[in-house]
Nanobody, 118 residues
Framework: QVQLVESGGGLVQAGGSLRLACAAT????????MGWFRQAPGKEREIVAR???????WYADSVKGRFTISRDNAKNTVYLQMNSLKPEDTAVYYC????????????WGQGTQVTVSS
């Protein structure tokens, strides 16, 4: 079983930055692909970024060039650095683990709220 706990959300002005962290339990964290998702009020959940076990990354077009996903396997933690934040980035952000590397996220955190004011 894997538990994921997000932190780092909050209120920030447009143009500002936040860094989210997701701490994972489990000894095989380094083998998991990890993703960050977000869900804004009245909208469907969408994937924001993904990082594979080998370190390759993928970003949604809406955040490309502004957000950076990274991982520290020694700390069992994945990060999402968010720069140049916009009001439309306001959402609950979730991290998730793809333990088999097949694109199916089987473990989810509880989410952390990010609010960007204009």
């Amino acid at each position: 079983q894997v538990q994921l706990v997000e932190s780092g959300g909050g209120l920030v002005q447009a143009g500002g930055s936040l860094r989210l962290a997701c701490a994972a339990t489990g000894r095989t964290f380094s083998s998991y692909a990890m993703g960050w998702f977000r869900q804004a009020p009245g909208k469907e959940r969408e994937i924001v970024a993904r990082i594979w076990s080998g370190g390759a990354t993928w970003y949604a077009d809406s955040v490309k060039g502004r957000f950076t996903i990274s991982r520290d396997n020694a700390k069992n933690t994945v990060y999402l650095q968010m720069n140049s934040l916009k009001p439309e980035d306001t959402a609950v952000y979730y991290c998730a683990a793809d333990s088999l590397g097949n694109g199916i996220y089987t473990y989810w955190g509880q989410g952390t709220q990010v609010t960007v004011s204009s």
